[in-house]
């Protein structure tokens, strides 16, 4: 008989705390939203983020951004497989000008026709911890493709199917 109570009292405990527990959100169930995503750090691109060059020129241009509460910034400038990053290879060290900008000159030379990105890392530190923002400036050489309807043709049910060239760019 004890043996039978021990067990009923255990069924019964099991099944008020089956029942009060919360039950657990999925992950479906869960909006990932600005309050759940990873803080970067308060590093914004400041200057133009798209260029245009010719085939086989040199690109010079000047990166501003502003990073709040911090008096150095760490750059490192990456670049797509199709452009020549000729400066700066190694990342730099930057200070605040009088405007409260951080600027950057950047060499490149384009020696593809397409959309090209350049890759800027940007890091501060300070308080013991770093933060780091990675942001892109793009960079079309030659002319942009046209946007002209290639070919047209019916599916099996009737609907207009248009085929156009994939504007994809892989480094």
Sequence with gaps: MKCLSKLALAACLALSTAACAPEKATVADT????D??????PITLVSDSSYRSEVGAELNLT???????TERLTVAIK???????????????LTRDSDGRFNLDISVRT????????????????????????????IQVGDPPSSTQKSS???DQGEKLRRMKAEEFEP
């Design 31 to 34: 909006p990932i939203g600005p």
């Design 36 to 41: 759940h995503s990873k803080p970067g750090a």
């Design 63 to 69: 990166l501003s951004l502003r990073a709040h509460a």
């Design 79 to 93: 670049a797509d497989s199709a452009l020549n990053l000729i400066s700066p290879l190694t990342p730099v060290e």
């Design 111 to 138: 020696p593809a026709a397409g959309r090209h990105y350049l890759r800027i890392y940007a890091t501060t530190a300070g308080q013991g911890a770093s933060m780091s923002r990675s942001m892109s400036v793009g």
């Design 153 to 155: 043709t019916n599916a």
